[in-house]
């Protein structure tokens, strides 16, 4: 594909409109202060194959671990239409385990594999453990709260009421952790049809390809930038 550099610079705004929008979303939704407050949150737009193609002005070290957190996900569980898979483990590409990730598929059409995925990380107030808040002066992981494999909070668009039913048995404030969980599957529904959108108004092949196009410009800014740091 020939990459044009006016619908490169359309193309970059448009995937990072969806990762800002997915923000908004999660911002203007959620209910702990941890969410609208202090902003404790980032959301990122992926490949089929669980790439980075584009991320909100978010946390940096919620973004910098996302794609091991998509990347575990994708691998334990086959994704269907209207799943959202959650977790949490931070050796699974979690950061502590306040910091829950949602992640979603993006199914295009007829097609029976995802040409997306989308994903946000929110830290939450609290989510077990030895004392509130969920970050204890801890000998070990267990005591810091609830330790969240890959598994389906949305089986095909309908809530997973068991799973969720552990979680707010689990934690200290239920109301407030039902309603950042919900927060989070609507900032995932919003990317996942802006994506639809754009696919429709521009074409699969040419929303794929730039999505591509942006990955390798970003390498290329990436590897200039490091060849301009000194030995040493």
Same mark, same amino acid.
């Given at each position: 594909?020939?990459?044009?550099?006016?619908?490169?610079?359309?193309?970059?705004?448009?995937?990072?409109?969806?990762?800002?929008?997915?923000?908004?979303?999660?911002?203007?939704?959620?209910?702990?202060?941890?969410?609208?407050?202090?902003?404790?949150?980032?959301?990122?737009?992926?490949?089929?194959?669980?790439?980075?193609?584009?991320?909100?002005?978010?946390?940096?070290?919620?973004?910098?671990?996302?794609?091991?957190?998509?990347?575990?996900?994708?691998?334990?569980?086959?994704?269907?239409?209207?799943?959202?898979?959650?977790?949490?483990?931070?050796?699974?590409?979690?950061?502590?385990?306040?910091?829950?990730?949602? #992640?979603?598929?993006?199914?295009?059409?007829?097609?029976?594999?995802? *040409?997306?995925?989308? !994903? %946000? $990380?929110?830290?939450? @107030?609290?989510?077990?453990?030895?004392?509130?808040?969920?970050?204890?002066?801890?000998?070990?992981?267990?005591?810091?709260?609830?330790?969240?494999?890959?598994?389906?909070?949305?089986?095909?668009?309908?809530?997973?009421?068991?799973?969720?039913?552990?979680?707010?048995?689990? #934690?200290?404030?239920?109301?407030?952790?039902?309603?950042?969980?919900? *927060?989070?599957?609507? !900032? %995932? $529904?919003?990317?996942? @049809?802006?994506?639809?959108?754009?696919?429709?108004?521009?074409?699969?092949?040419?929303?794929?390809?730039?999505?591509?196009?942006?990955?390798?410009?970003?390498?290329?800014?990436?590897?200039?930038?490091?060849?301009?740091?000194?030995?040493?």
């Amino acid at each position: 594909m020939t990459v044009h550099p006016v619908d490169f610079e359309v193309f970059k705004n448009l995937f990072l409109s969806i990762a800002e929008e997915m923000g908004v979303t999660l911002c203007r939704t959620g209910f702990s202060p941890n969410i609208k407050e202090r902003l404790d949150y980032s959301c990122a737009v992926y490949d089929a194959q669980g790439e980075t193609i584009s991320q909100g002005d978010h946390m940096p070290v919620h973004l910098g671990a996302m794609p091991l957190s998509v990347r575990a996900a994708i691998d334990a569980v086959p994704m269907e239409r209207g799943d959202v898979v959650m977790l949490n483990d931070p050796f699974q590409g979690g950061t502590h385990l306040p910091d829950i990730t949602l #992640v979603s598929p993006v199914f295009l059409a007829r097609e029976r594999a995802p *040409a997306f995925y989308v !994903a %946000n $990380r929110a830290h939450h @107030s609290d989510v077990g453990g030895m004392s509130p808040g969920s970050m204890p002066v801890a000998r070990e992981i267990y005591q810091e709260g609830l330790i969240l494999p890959p598994v389906r909070l949305v089986r095909r668009g309908r809530m997973a009421e068991d799973v969720l039913a552990i979680i707010l048995a689990n #934690v200290r404030t239920p109301d407030e952790r039902e309603g950042d969980l919900t *927060a989070q599957i609507a !900032a %995932n $529904r919003v990317a996942d @049809s802006r994506l639809r959108d754009t696919v429709r108004r521009y074409g699969r092949a040419r929303t794929v390809g730039y999505g591509r196009a942006l990955q390798d410009y970003t390498e290329r800014v990436l590897r200039a930038t490091i060849k301009e740091i000194p030995n040493g």
